[in-house]
Protein backbone atom coordinates (compact mmCIF):
# COMPACT_ATOMS: atom_id res chain seq x y z
CA UNK A 1 0.00 0.00 0.00
CA UNK A 2 1.10 2.98 -0.52
CA UNK A 3 1.37 6.64 1.40
CA UNK A 4 1.24 10.12 -0.71
CA UNK A 5 3.00 12.87 -0.24
CA UNK A 6 1.17 16.53 -1.79
CA UNK A 7 2.49 19.68 -2.28
CA UNK A 8 0.00 22.24 -0.87
CA UNK A 9 -0.06 25.16 -3.08
CA UNK A 10 -1.93 27.33 -0.46
CA UNK A 11 0.68 26.74 2.21
CA UNK A 12 3.80 25.95 0.00
CA UNK A 13 4.90 23.22 1.86
CA UNK A 14 4.77 19.02 1.60
CA UNK A 15 1.91 17.50 3.41
CA UNK A 16 2.08 13.77 4.24
CA UNK A 17 -1.33 11.21 4.21
CA UNK A 18 -1.54 7.91 4.37
CA UNK A 19 -4.43 5.99 2.02
CA UNK A 20 -6.04 4.23 5.25
CA UNK A 21 -5.22 4.01 9.26
CA UNK A 22 -3.11 1.40 9.08
CA UNK A 23 -1.05 2.47 6.61
CA UNK A 24 1.65 3.52 8.78
CA UNK A 25 2.39 0.15 9.10
CA UNK A 26 2.95 -0.18 5.34
CA UNK A 27 6.29 -1.56 3.73
CA UNK A 28 5.67 0.74 0.92
CA UNK A 29 8.89 2.44 0.31
CA UNK A 30 7.37 4.50 -3.06
CA UNK A 31 5.28 7.41 -2.98
CA UNK A 32 3.70 8.17 -6.59
CA UNK A 33 1.91 11.36 -6.98
CA UNK A 34 2.12 14.18 -9.47
CA UNK A 35 4.13 16.82 -10.87
CA UNK A 36 3.15 20.59 -9.65
CA UNK A 37 3.38 23.20 -12.39
CA UNK A 38 6.77 24.98 -13.08
CA UNK A 39 5.32 28.12 -11.49
CA UNK A 40 4.96 26.66 -8.09
CA UNK A 41 7.71 27.22 -5.69
CA UNK A 42 8.16 23.59 -4.72
CA UNK A 43 11.73 24.18 -5.55
CA UNK A 44 13.17 26.18 -2.70
CA UNK A 45 9.99 24.50 -0.43
CA UNK A 46 11.94 21.12 -1.57
CA UNK A 47 15.23 22.37 -0.81
CA UNK A 48 14.44 23.74 2.92
CA UNK A 49 12.97 20.55 4.14
CA UNK A 50 15.44 18.13 3.09
CA UNK A 51 14.72 17.06 -0.49
CA UNK A 52 17.31 16.76 -3.58
CA UNK A 53 16.02 17.22 -6.97
CA UNK A 54 16.90 14.85 -9.43
CA UNK A 55 15.23 15.16 -12.75
CA UNK A 56 11.39 15.67 -12.16
CA UNK A 57 11.71 13.45 -8.90
CA UNK A 58 12.79 13.89 -5.39
CA UNK A 59 14.71 11.99 -2.98
CA UNK A 60 13.48 11.82 0.06
CA UNK A 61 14.88 9.30 2.57
CA UNK A 62 15.39 6.52 -0.38
CA UNK A 63 11.71 7.34 -1.20
CA UNK A 64 10.79 8.49 -4.44
CA UNK A 65 8.66 11.59 -4.87
CA UNK A 66 6.73 12.99 -6.84
CA UNK A 67 3.68 15.77 -6.22
CA UNK A 68 0.30 16.56 -6.76
CA UNK A 69 -1.91 20.15 -5.22
CA UNK A 70 -3.93 19.40 -2.28
CA UNK A 71 -4.95 21.32 0.48
CA UNK A 72 -7.76 19.87 3.62
CA UNK A 73 -6.45 19.04 6.68
CA UNK A 74 -4.20 15.71 6.58
CA UNK A 75 -2.64 12.59 8.58
CA UNK A 76 1.18 13.41 8.63
CA UNK A 77 2.84 9.77 8.93
CA UNK A 78 6.06 8.00 8.40
CA UNK A 79 7.35 4.43 8.12
CA UNK A 80 10.36 2.87 10.25
CA UNK A 81 12.60 3.12 7.28
CA UNK A 82 14.79 6.15 8.64
CA UNK A 83 14.69 8.04 11.83
CA UNK A 84 15.06 11.45 10.44
CA UNK A 85 12.20 10.74 7.87
CA UNK A 86 9.45 12.77 10.39
CA UNK A 87 11.75 15.75 11.36
CA UNK A 88 12.68 16.37 7.39
CA UNK A 89 8.62 17.02 7.16
CA UNK A 90 9.08 20.16 9.15
CA UNK A 91 6.34 19.76 11.04
CA UNK A 92 7.06 17.87 14.04
CA UNK A 93 10.50 17.01 16.41
CA UNK A 94 11.51 13.65 16.42
CA UNK A 95 13.64 14.48 19.92
CA UNK A 96 10.48 15.85 21.52
CA UNK A 97 8.12 12.98 20.23
CA UNK A 98 10.48 10.60 21.61
CA UNK A 99 10.65 11.83 25.04
CA UNK A 100 7.03 11.76 25.11
CA UNK A 101 6.82 7.86 24.75
CA UNK A 102 5.76 8.12 20.97
CA UNK A 103 7.11 6.41 18.10
CA UNK A 104 7.61 7.39 14.62
CA UNK A 105 4.58 5.23 13.43
CA UNK A 106 2.10 7.01 16.22
CA UNK A 107 -0.06 9.06 13.79
CA UNK A 108 0.38 12.76 13.32
CA UNK A 109 -2.09 15.73 12.41
CA UNK A 110 -1.52 18.76 11.33
CA UNK A 111 -4.30 21.73 11.36
CA UNK A 112 -2.73 24.82 9.16
CA UNK A 113 -4.89 27.48 9.47
CA UNK A 114 -2.75 30.17 7.49
CA UNK A 115 -4.02 28.69 3.97
CA UNK A 116 -6.89 29.84 2.47
CA UNK A 117 -8.42 26.47 2.83
CA UNK A 118 -8.52 26.30 6.63
CA UNK A 119 -12.36 26.13 6.82
CA UNK A 120 -12.40 22.99 5.11
CA UNK A 121 -9.67 21.82 7.56
CA UNK A 122 -11.19 22.90 10.23
CA UNK A 123 -14.49 20.50 9.27
CA UNK A 124 -12.15 17.83 8.42
CA UNK A 125 -10.34 18.04 11.85
CA UNK A 126 -13.31 18.35 13.74
CA UNK A 127 -14.39 15.18 12.15
CA UNK A 128 -11.31 13.30 13.00
CA UNK A 129 -11.94 14.21 17.04
CA UNK A 130 -11.36 10.52 18.35
CA UNK A 131 -8.48 9.59 15.93
CA UNK A 132 -6.08 12.51 16.78
CA UNK A 133 -2.76 11.71 19.17
CA UNK A 134 -0.09 14.25 17.86
CA UNK A 135 -1.93 17.65 16.83
CA UNK A 136 0.41 20.71 15.30
CA UNK A 137 -1.91 23.76 14.58
CA UNK A 138 -0.92 26.89 13.32
CA UNK A 139 -2.21 30.09 12.81
CA UNK A 140 -4.02 30.69 15.89
CA UNK A 141 -2.60 33.69 16.46
CA UNK A 142 -4.70 35.13 14.30
CA UNK A 143 -8.06 37.00 15.57
CA UNK A 144 -10.31 35.86 12.75
CA UNK A 145 -8.85 32.13 12.74
CA UNK A 146 -9.37 32.15 16.67
CA UNK A 147 -12.59 33.03 16.62
CA UNK A 148 -13.85 30.50 13.92
CA UNK A 149 -11.89 27.72 15.80
CA UNK A 150 -13.84 28.75 18.81
CA UNK A 151 -16.49 28.78 16.71
CA UNK A 152 -16.36 24.83 15.70
CA UNK A 153 -15.67 24.03 18.95
CA UNK A 154 -18.72 25.67 20.19
CA UNK A 155 -20.53 23.37 18.33
CA UNK A 156 -19.60 20.04 19.74
CA UNK A 157 -21.33 18.16 22.40
CA UNK A 158 -20.21 19.25 25.83
CA UNK A 159 -19.15 15.98 26.23
CA UNK A 160 -16.82 15.42 23.38
CA UNK A 161 -13.30 15.30 24.19
CA UNK A 162 -10.49 14.46 22.11
CA UNK A 163 -9.95 11.75 24.00
CA UNK A 164 -6.97 10.53 22.41
CA UNK A 165 -5.36 13.80 22.05
CA UNK A 166 -1.70 13.37 24.37
CA UNK A 167 0.85 15.68 22.26
CA UNK A 168 -0.10 19.53 21.39
CA UNK A 169 2.09 21.66 19.59
CA UNK A 170 1.15 25.47 19.36
CA UNK A 171 4.79 26.24 18.45
CA UNK A 172 5.25 29.81 16.74
CA UNK A 173 1.58 30.64 16.58
CA UNK A 174 2.21 34.31 17.84
CA UNK A 175 -0.47 33.53 20.90
CA UNK A 176 -0.87 36.06 23.54
CA UNK A 177 -1.47 35.13 26.89
CA UNK A 178 -4.92 35.92 26.29
CA UNK A 179 -5.13 33.77 23.94
CA UNK A 180 -3.71 31.00 25.62
CA UNK A 181 -5.90 31.74 28.66
CA UNK A 182 -8.98 31.23 25.84
CA UNK A 183 -7.51 28.08 24.97
CA UNK A 184 -7.22 26.73 27.99
CA UNK A 185 -10.80 27.09 28.68
CA UNK A 186 -12.81 26.11 25.51
CA UNK A 187 -9.79 23.26 23.67
CA UNK A 188 -7.00 22.18 26.84
CA UNK A 189 -10.14 21.49 28.89
CA UNK A 190 -11.61 19.12 26.09
CA UNK A 191 -8.29 16.84 26.79
CA UNK A 192 -8.18 14.24 29.28
CA UNK A 193 -4.55 13.18 29.02
CA UNK A 194 -2.38 16.03 27.60
CA UNK A 195 1.03 14.80 27.84
CA UNK A 196 2.88 17.04 26.35
CA UNK A 197 2.87 20.76 24.81
CA UNK A 198 5.05 22.83 23.05
CA UNK A 199 4.58 26.72 23.17
CA UNK A 200 7.89 27.66 21.32
CA UNK A 201 8.69 31.18 20.35
CA UNK A 202 4.98 32.78 21.69
CA UNK A 203 7.18 35.73 22.46
CA UNK A 204 3.42 37.40 23.69
CA UNK A 205 2.89 34.39 26.53
CA UNK A 206 4.64 36.05 28.89
CA UNK A 207 4.24 36.15 32.77
CA UNK A 208 0.40 35.86 32.38
CA UNK A 209 0.24 33.27 30.09
CA UNK A 210 2.83 30.72 32.32
CA UNK A 211 0.91 31.52 35.18
CA UNK A 212 -2.50 30.37 33.76
CA UNK A 213 -0.29 27.34 32.37
CA UNK A 214 0.79 27.01 35.83
CA UNK A 215 -2.65 27.05 37.52
CA UNK A 216 -4.65 24.92 34.82
CA UNK A 217 -5.48 21.61 36.20
CA UNK A 218 -5.56 20.56 32.78
CA UNK A 219 -1.72 20.41 33.44
CA UNK A 220 -1.96 17.72 35.66
CA UNK A 221 -0.39 14.99 33.02
CA UNK A 222 2.30 16.97 31.29
CA UNK A 223 5.19 15.00 31.26
CA UNK A 224 7.15 17.61 28.62
CA UNK A 225 6.85 21.19 28.66
CA UNK A 226 8.62 23.14 25.95
CA UNK A 227 8.48 27.09 26.76
CA UNK A 228 11.61 28.27 24.42
CA UNK A 229 11.46 32.00 23.55
CA UNK A 230 7.89 32.80 25.07
CA UNK A 231 9.44 35.56 28.06
CA UNK A 232 8.41 34.00 30.89
CA UNK A 233 10.99 35.49 33.18
CA UNK A 234 11.94 34.71 36.84
CA UNK A 235 8.35 35.90 37.85
CA UNK A 236 7.14 32.78 35.34
CA UNK A 237 9.69 30.30 36.41
CA UNK A 238 7.84 31.02 40.00
CA UNK A 239 4.91 30.14 39.07
CA UNK A 240 6.01 27.52 37.33
CA UNK A 241 7.90 26.19 40.63
CA UNK A 242 5.12 26.88 42.62
CA UNK A 243 2.40 24.68 40.62
CA UNK A 244 0.45 22.53 42.39
CA UNK A 245 0.07 20.56 39.15
CA UNK A 246 3.09 20.18 37.37
CA UNK A 247 4.61 16.99 39.42
CA UNK A 248 5.51 14.94 36.61
CA UNK A 249 7.57 16.94 33.81
CA UNK A 250 10.45 14.81 32.77
CA UNK A 251 11.75 17.14 29.91
CA UNK A 252 11.63 21.24 30.05
CA UNK A 253 13.02 23.53 27.77
CA UNK A 254 13.05 27.27 29.56
CA UNK A 255 15.74 28.61 26.78
CA UNK A 256 15.91 32.18 26.31
CA UNK A 257 13.44 33.33 28.59
CA UNK A 258 15.58 35.79 30.53
CA UNK A 259 15.89 33.83 33.13
CA UNK A 260 18.94 34.94 36.17
CA UNK A 261 20.05 33.47 39.28
CA UNK A 262 16.56 34.25 41.13
CA UNK A 263 14.82 32.12 38.40
CA UNK A 264 17.38 29.23 39.14
CA UNK A 265 16.88 29.45 42.91
CA UNK A 266 13.00 29.11 42.93
CA UNK A 267 13.27 26.09 40.67
CA UNK A 268 16.21 24.59 42.92
CA UNK A 269 14.21 24.95 45.74
CA UNK A 270 10.83 23.45 44.26
CA UNK A 271 9.74 20.03 44.53
CA UNK A 272 8.21 19.76 41.36
CA UNK A 273 11.24 18.73 39.05
CA UNK A 274 12.63 16.12 40.78
CA UNK A 275 11.69 13.84 37.78
CA UNK A 276 13.24 15.94 35.07
CA UNK A 277 15.54 14.07 32.84
CA UNK A 278 16.16 16.66 30.25
CA UNK A 279 16.62 20.48 30.93
CA UNK A 280 17.45 23.50 28.75
CA UNK A 281 18.63 26.52 30.60
CA UNK A 282 20.18 28.28 27.49
CA UNK A 283 20.37 31.41 26.53
CA UNK A 284 19.37 32.89 29.69
CA UNK A 285 21.01 35.24 32.41
CA UNK A 286 22.59 32.83 34.73
CA UNK A 287 25.65 33.24 36.46
CA UNK A 288 27.94 31.05 38.91
CA UNK A 289 25.81 31.10 41.95
CA UNK A 290 22.68 29.76 39.69
CA UNK A 291 24.48 26.52 38.66
CA UNK A 292 25.49 25.81 42.24
CA UNK A 293 21.86 26.35 43.51
CA UNK A 294 21.06 24.12 40.65
CA UNK A 295 24.08 21.75 41.78
CA UNK A 296 22.95 21.59 45.02
CA UNK A 297 19.34 20.61 44.13
CA UNK A 298 17.67 17.10 43.84
CA UNK A 299 16.42 18.05 40.60
CA UNK A 300 19.91 16.74 39.34
CA UNK A 301 18.78 13.25 40.12
CA UNK A 302 17.67 11.97 37.58
CA UNK A 303 18.81 14.59 35.04
CA UNK A 304 20.39 12.59 31.88
CA UNK A 305 20.81 15.61 29.46
CA UNK A 306 21.45 19.40 30.87
CA UNK A 307 21.71 21.84 28.72
CA UNK A 308 23.40 25.55 29.80
CA UNK A 309 24.21 27.66 26.25
CA UNK A 310 25.57 31.00 27.93
CA UNK A 311 24.71 34.37 26.57
CA UNK A 312 26.48 37.50 25.43
CA UNK A 313 25.48 39.19 29.18
CA UNK A 314 26.37 36.77 32.35
CA UNK A 315 28.90 34.05 32.21
CA UNK A 316 29.34 30.80 33.94
CA UNK A 317 33.05 30.06 34.76
CA UNK A 318 35.03 27.74 36.49
CA UNK A 319 33.32 27.44 39.42
CA UNK A 320 29.86 26.76 38.32
CA UNK A 321 31.87 24.20 36.61
CA UNK A 322 33.35 23.05 39.60
CA UNK A 323 29.79 22.95 41.25
CA UNK A 324 28.39 20.39 38.41
CA UNK A 325 31.53 18.67 39.17
CA UNK A 326 30.92 18.35 42.87
CA UNK A 327 27.84 18.05 42.82
CA UNK A 328 26.37 15.23 44.95
CA UNK A 329 23.06 14.23 43.33
CA UNK A 330 24.49 13.92 39.65
CA UNK A 331 24.47 9.70 38.86
CA UNK A 332 22.87 9.63 35.29
CA UNK A 333 24.04 12.59 33.13
CA UNK A 334 24.98 11.21 29.87
CA UNK A 335 25.54 15.13 28.39
CA UNK A 336 26.14 18.34 29.21
CA UNK A 337 26.61 21.70 27.13
CA UNK A 338 28.10 24.40 28.71
CA UNK A 339 28.80 26.38 25.60
CA UNK A 340 29.58 29.99 25.00
CA UNK A 341 30.69 30.32 28.49
CA UNK A 342 33.64 31.42 30.00
CA UNK A 343 35.27 28.58 31.60
CA UNK A 344 39.30 27.81 31.64
CA UNK A 345 41.26 25.30 32.02
CA UNK A 346 40.20 24.58 36.11
CA UNK A 347 36.91 24.45 35.47
CA UNK A 348 37.48 21.43 32.63
CA UNK A 349 40.07 19.97 34.84
CA UNK A 350 36.95 19.93 37.84
CA UNK A 351 34.86 18.00 35.35
CA UNK A 352 36.89 16.09 33.34
CA UNK A 353 37.98 13.94 36.83
CA UNK A 354 34.70 14.15 38.98
CA UNK A 355 33.27 10.75 39.42
CA UNK A 356 29.91 12.02 38.24
CA UNK A 357 30.71 13.03 34.82
CA UNK A 358 31.37 9.12 34.41
CA UNK A 359 28.70 8.35 32.36
CA UNK A 360 29.05 11.35 30.05
CA UNK A 361 28.80 10.41 26.51
CA UNK A 362 28.60 14.19 25.22
CA UNK A 363 30.49 17.11 26.48
CA UNK A 364 30.05 20.29 24.57
CA UNK A 365 32.09 23.35 25.67
CA UNK A 366 32.64 25.34 22.51
CA UNK A 367 33.30 29.30 22.58
CA UNK A 368 35.12 29.08 26.19
CA UNK A 369 38.61 29.91 27.64
CA UNK A 370 39.97 26.60 27.29
CA UNK A 371 43.60 25.67 26.85
CA UNK A 372 46.24 22.60 26.39
CA UNK A 373 45.82 21.43 30.12
CA UNK A 374 41.87 21.16 29.92
CA UNK A 375 41.96 19.25 26.89
CA UNK A 376 44.25 17.22 27.95
CA UNK A 377 42.59 17.10 31.47
CA UNK A 378 39.83 15.35 29.54
CA UNK A 379 42.60 13.21 27.04
CA UNK A 380 44.44 11.68 30.43
CA UNK A 381 40.91 11.07 32.23
CA UNK A 382 39.51 7.39 32.36
CA UNK A 383 36.16 9.31 33.59
CA UNK A 384 35.65 10.53 29.93
CA UNK A 385 36.29 7.24 28.24
CA UNK A 386 32.53 7.06 27.06
CA UNK A 387 32.66 10.37 25.34
CA UNK A 388 31.72 10.00 21.42
CA UNK A 389 30.80 13.75 20.83
CA UNK A 390 33.28 16.42 22.19
CA UNK A 391 33.44 20.11 21.06
CA UNK A 392 35.87 22.19 21.68
CA UNK A 393 35.61 24.86 19.03
CA UNK A 394 36.67 28.43 19.34
CA UNK A 395 38.57 27.45 22.19
CA UNK A 396 42.47 28.29 22.63
CA UNK A 397 44.23 24.68 23.01
CA UNK A 398 47.30 24.57 20.78
CA UNK A 399 49.35 21.38 19.60
CA UNK A 400 49.84 19.37 22.83
CA UNK A 401 46.01 19.56 23.31
CA UNK A 402 45.68 17.79 19.97
CA UNK A 403 48.39 15.65 20.65
CA UNK A 404 46.48 14.45 23.96
CA UNK A 405 43.36 13.32 22.14
CA UNK A 406 44.79 11.92 19.26
CA UNK A 407 47.42 9.50 21.61
CA UNK A 408 44.62 8.78 24.51
CA UNK A 409 43.21 5.72 24.82
CA UNK A 410 40.53 6.79 26.50
CA UNK A 411 39.39 8.70 23.45
CA UNK A 412 38.71 5.36 21.60
CA UNK A 413 35.10 6.00 21.43
CA UNK A 414 35.04 9.39 19.79
CA UNK A 415 32.73 9.55 16.84
CA UNK A 416 32.89 13.81 16.67
CA UNK A 417 36.06 15.58 17.44
CA UNK A 418 35.51 19.41 16.80
CA UNK A 419 38.55 21.32 17.16
CA UNK A 420 37.44 24.07 14.65
CA UNK A 421 38.97 27.80 15.28
CA UNK A 422 41.65 26.84 18.06
CA UNK A 423 45.70 27.06 17.68
CA UNK A 424 46.73 23.32 16.58
CA UNK A 425 48.59 24.33 13.35
CA UNK A 426 50.57 22.01 11.38
CA UNK A 427 51.57 20.19 14.24
CA UNK A 428 48.53 19.60 15.96
CA UNK A 429 47.07 18.31 12.67
CA UNK A 430 49.61 16.00 12.11
CA UNK A 431 48.69 14.40 15.49
CA UNK A 432 45.25 13.67 14.83
CA UNK A 433 45.78 12.29 11.41
CA UNK A 434 48.43 10.01 12.32
CA UNK A 435 46.40 8.68 15.73
CA UNK A 436 46.43 5.39 16.03
CA UNK A 437 43.09 5.33 18.76
CA UNK A 438 40.76 7.29 16.98
CA UNK A 439 38.06 5.03 15.55
CA UNK A 440 38.37 4.68 11.56
CA UNK A 441 34.17 6.59 11.49
CA UNK A 442 35.37 9.83 13.48
CA UNK A 443 34.30 13.15 12.31
CA UNK A 444 37.61 14.94 12.51
CA UNK A 445 37.00 19.03 12.25
CA UNK A 446 39.71 21.36 12.77
CA UNK A 447 39.00 23.94 10.21
CA UNK A 448 40.74 27.70 11.56
CA UNK A 449 43.69 26.13 12.11
CA UNK A 450 45.84 26.93 9.97
CA UNK A 451 46.18 23.13 9.02
CA UNK A 452 48.32 22.91 5.70
CA UNK A 453 46.42 21.27 2.78
CA UNK A 454 48.72 18.20 2.73
CA UNK A 455 48.00 17.38 6.77
CA UNK A 456 44.45 17.84 5.88
CA UNK A 457 44.17 15.44 2.96
CA UNK A 458 46.20 12.94 5.08
CA UNK A 459 43.27 13.13 7.85
CA UNK A 460 40.70 12.63 5.49
CA UNK A 461 42.30 9.63 3.82
CA UNK A 462 42.26 8.18 7.68
CA UNK A 463 39.12 9.52 8.76
CA UNK A 464 36.81 9.81 5.67
CA UNK A 465 34.49 10.95 7.54
CA UNK A 466 36.19 14.54 8.65
CA UNK A 467 35.94 17.86 8.04
CA UNK A 468 38.84 19.65 8.02
Keep these: MNSTIYYNEFSKKFDVEQPSKNSCSSQSTTIDVEQPSKNSSSSQSSTNLGYKPISKKLILDRKEVKYVAKGPFVEVCTNETDETDLSLRGYYS ?23 DYDNQLRSFFEKINDIQILKIKGLG ?146 DAGVKALADSEIMKRLTKLYLVGNHKNKIGDAGAKALADSKHITKLKLLELSMQNIGDKGVKAIANSEKMENLTTLKLSMNNIGNEGVEAIANSEKME ?83
Design 94 to 116: DSDLERSGYTKTTPRFKLDLTTD
Design 142 to 287: DPKKLEMFKKELGKLNINDKFNNLSYLDLSDNALSSDNFIELNDIFLSRINSLKALNLTGNQEFGYKGVRALARSEHMKNLILLNLNATKIGDDGVKELASSKYLKHLSYLNLTSNDITDAGIIALANSENFNYLTIFNLSWNDIT
Design 386 to 468: NLTTLLLNSNRTGPDGAKALATSKHMENLTLLNLNYNNIGYKGGKFLADSQYFNYKIKICCGGNKVTSEITQKIYDNFPESCC
